[in-house]
């Protein structure tokens, strides 16, 4: 079993930066994939980014890209989403999870281990 603890959210003015942090712990070794996803109200669950637990592959969303960039700390065992020039269209509760097979994956479906999520917040 893996677990993820997301911390870091907000609010944040239209422009600002936030860093979201991923903190996973149990069976860590058994991770390929952590991934970024988030959802406003009345909306479904988007993709945002993900990177391989290696570091070597990652991928974004067209709507955050430039914009966002995910990155991993192994020796902490934390993904990081760095959010820059944020919009109100950001807003949202973000989650992280955790895919377990090979293969950097942009469908929640592909994961198997979620976060409890943590609110960011733009104003305009």
């Known amino acids: 079993q893996v677990q993820l603890v997301e911390s870091g959210g907000g609010l944040v003015q239209t422009g600002g930066s936030l860093r979201l942090s991923c903190a996973a712990s149990g069976r860590t070794f058994n991770i390929y994939a952590m991934g970024w996803f988030r959802q406003a109200p009345g909306k479904e669950r988007e993709f945002v980014a993900a990177?391989?637990?290696?570091?070597?592959?990652?991928l974004y969303a067209d709507s955050v890209k430039g914009r966002f960039t995910v990155s991993k700390d192994n020796a902490k065992n934390t993904v990081y989403l760095q959010m820059n020039s944020l919009k109100p269209e950001d807003t949202a509760v973000y989650y992280c999870?955790?895919?377990?097979?090979?293969?950097?994956?942009?469908?929640?479906?592909?994961?198997?281990?979620w976060g409890q999520g943590t609110q960011v917040t733009v104003s305009s």
């Open positions: 999870a955790a895919r377990l097979r090979v293969g950097v994956r942009s469908s929640a479906d592909e994961y198997g281990s």
């Open positions: 990177t391989s637990w290696s570091g070597a592959s990652t």
